[in-house]
């Protein structure tokens, strides 16, 4: 485990100085943020040995081991990947301004609560497929979260009243650096369209797993409920969008609905496990 954390804090400590490059022309008043070149190699590095450490942390000698920190580590780094390959045709670079904290609070949260469980059946070749589906539609589904967080944020400043450019704070000068909204709007709703056809292949993925394990199409337990409910939710979106033009506020709140469910279905009940009830601790 200790190669794995400094992994994690390596990764941390590039996401943090990263961070604070972006962040301070803003805090002197400007409304412009770019990511140069050597920044863009920079924020590469620290994905690889963010993945790295996800890689040694997770998968062991006797099988895989998974936790809260761990999955929420795993999703902002898919996270970070797609922003990597969006990032290489359109110009993104003021959303790092909300991915790169988030990307440190999960590294750091990854070393301080390393205690977590392995998974059973691990020999099964459904099973590794299954985690693998899930953990990708999981970090998709939290990136989509955080862009509609981000929106939700530029929608009101939006609405607000025009103010002098010395009355202005930081963030509406963070605001003033992110992309068009109608912009932002189509890159939420491609977000949505994946993350929809990669839930539905973990759901696919977790009844085949069942079947082989135990005989059952789907398990009656809360992460089936909770996953199908996030599925039924970003079903639901995408429909309202194409047969009624849902956008703005009615699909931001979805999208986050979706998310929540999906946060309840998988980190929620390990946090409960692996902190609060200490699970790791009494093996």
């Given at each position: 485990?200790?190669?794995?954390?400094?992994?994690?804090?390596?990764?941390?400590?590039?996401?943090?100085v990263l961070?604070?490059?972006?962040?301070?022309?803003?805090?002197?008043?400007?409304?412009?943020?770019?990511?140069?070149?050597?920044?863009r190699v920079a924020?590469?590095?620290?994905?690889?040995?963010?993945?790295?450490?996800?890689?040694?942390?997770?998968v062991l000698p006797q099988g895989l081991h998974l936790s809260w920190a761990l999955a929420l580590s795993a999703a902002i780094w898919l996270g970070m990947v797609v922003f990597w390959f969006?990032?290489?045709?359109?110009?993104?670079?003021?959303?790092?301004?909300?991915?790169?904290?988030?990307?440190?609070?999960?590294s750091l949260l990854a070393m301080a609560f390393p205690e977590g469980h392995v998974v059973n059946h691990v020999g099964n070749e459904w099973l590794r497929i299954h985690l693998l589906i899930a953990l990708v539609a999981y970090g998709l589904s939290t990136?989509?979260?955080?862009?509609?967080?981000?929106?939700t944020a530029l929608d009101r400043q939006l609405h607000r009243p025009i103010l002098h450019q010395e009355q202005r704070?930081?963030?509406?000068?963070?605001?003033?650096?992110?992309?068009?909204?109608?912009?932002?709007?189509?890159?939420?709703?491609?977000?949505?369209?994946?993350?929809?056809?990669?839930l539905t292949f973990t759901i696919l993925s977790g009844a085949?797993?069942?079947?082989?394990i135990d005989?059952?199409?789907?398990?009656?337990?809360?992460?089936?409920?909770?996953?199908?409910?996030?599925w039924v939710t970003f079903g639901g979106l995408l429909w309202g969008r194409k047969q009624y033009g849902w956008r703005g506020r009615i699909a931001l709140r979805w999208t986050l609905a979706g998310f929540a469910f999906l946060l309840l279905a998988y980190t929620g009940s390990h946090f409960v496990l692996d902190v609060i009830l200490q699970r790791g601790k009494s093996g």
């Open positions: 485990m200790s190669a794995s954390i400094v992994f994690h804090l390596l990764a941390a400590l590039a996401y943090i961070s604070i490059s972006l962040w301070r022309p803003l805090t002197r008043g400007s409304t412009r943020t770019v990511l140069n070149a050597p920044s924020l590469l590095c620290a994905i690889i040995v963010h993945g790295a450490g996800l890689l040694l942390t997770i969006q990032s290489l045709y359109l110009r993104l670079d003021s959303l790092l301004l909300i991915l790169l904290p988030a990307a440190t609070i999960v990136v989509a979260a955080l862009h509609a967080i981000l929106m704070g930081l963030l509406s000068r963070v605001l003033d650096t992110m992309p068009p909204l109608l912009v932002q709007e189509e890159l939420l709703f491609r977000l949505i369209r994946v993350s929809f056809v990669i085949a797993v069942s079947l082989a005989g059952k199409f789907l398990p009656a337990d809360h992460k089936t409920v909770f996953t199908l409910l996030s």
